[in-house]
Structures are given as structure tokens and as C-alpha cells.
């Protein structure tokens, strides 16, 4: 177990991290679900990916 404290975690996530919503529609958020469930990936990994792909095609 950690003996790091929230507070530290909190302060370098909000140091390092920026966070993003989205609102979508639910039909469209159900369908993606199960999508990357059944690739086995997580929402963060998705968007992560998907932002990294988007940002080489402006390279």
C-alpha cells in the first residue's frame, strides 16, 4: 500500500494531466462500449490513441 497521500496525487495529476469532456450521445456511447471492451481497451487508451493518431496526420 501507498503511503502517498491524495492531496500529493492530486497536486502532480493536476500538474501533468489535463482533463477533457465530451458530451455524446448515449446510443453513440454504448455502441463505442462495447467496441473497445471487446478490444480489450480502456476509455482513456482509446482517446489517448485516437488523439495521437489525429495529431500525426498534422505533422
Keep these: 500500500m501507498s503511503n502517498t497521500s491524495s492531496a500529493v496525487k492530486r ?3 493536476n500538474k ?3 482533463q477533457i469532456k465530451v458530451e455524446l450521445k448515449k446510443e ?3 455502441q463505442w ?10 476509455k482513456a487508451e482509446f482517446i489517448r490513441n485516437a488523439i495521437t493518431e489525429y495529431l500525426k ?3
Design 28 to 30: 453513440i456511447v454504448e
Design 11 to 13: 497536486k502532480y495529476n
Design 33 to 42: 462500449e462495447i467496441a473497445i471492451k471487446s478490444d480489450g481497451i480502456s
Design 57 to 59: 496526420t498534422k505533422s
Design 16 to 18: 501533468v494531466y489535463k
